[in-house]
């Protein structure tokens, strides 16, 4: 449903965009990351520590919880479905577009996608682009990722992030730049 709400609107919106940055900025927009920033601007991670208040979890786990990245966009996503299962798709999808267009603009206006950028790249020239974990620390709901970016088996970027995915893009943002000196 969001996918759907979202490549409607970027059809409509730039029609004359091509198909592979259309699809580009869709996987932005409907990404975990952008659910949850959509989520925290909603503060549903606040309403739901006020509706939990009182219950089973201790306030510092519920304040935990209510951080994660991860909980915030699954709220999210289970209340577009809710909404969906209560009133249908045509109703709440103008709703859907107004609580994502920021992250339309954003994703469309900045860079985003080193990853995809860097492997397009490399393919130009028959090469390949691995990952590796270099290093974890923290506790599960916290935990600090390094990784490398390897090109054809050597290190040409290294990045860190509170996701995996996070550090992975900060490796290959390295990457690229290295890539073009």
Do not use: W
Not at 5 to 11: F, K, N, S
Not at 30 to 42: F, T
Not at 136 to 161: K, M
């Amino acid at each position: 449903m969001l996918e759907l709400a979202i490549a409607r609107e970027l059809y409509h919106r730039y029609p004359d965009a091509s198909e592979g940055r259309l699809a580009k900025i869709r996987s932005h927009v409907v990404s975990r990351q952008s659910c949850a920033a959509v989520a925290r601007e909603l503060q549903l991670g606040e309403q739901l520590r006020e509706a939990a208040a009182g219950g089973d979890l201790a306030e510092d786990e519920l304040a935990r919880i209510v951080k994660s990245r991860n909980v915030v966009a699954a709220l999210l996503e289970a209340a577009m479905a809710a909404l969906f299962l209560e009133h249908g798709y045509e109703p709440i999808e103008a709703a859907i577009v107004a609580a994502f267009s920021d992250r339309i603009e954003y994703a469309r206006t900045t860079h985003v996608d080193h990853k995809t950028e860097l492997q397009e790249a490399l393919a130009k020239s028959g090469r390949s682009v691995a990952y590796a974990v270099l290093d974890v620390e923290g506790p599960p709901h916290e935990r600090h990722f390094e990784c490398a970016a390897l090109v054809d088996g050597e290190e040409l970027g290294r990045g860190a992030g509170r996701a995996k995915k996070d550090a992975e893009q900060a490796a290959a943002k390295q990457a690229l730049a290295a890539l073009t000196r």
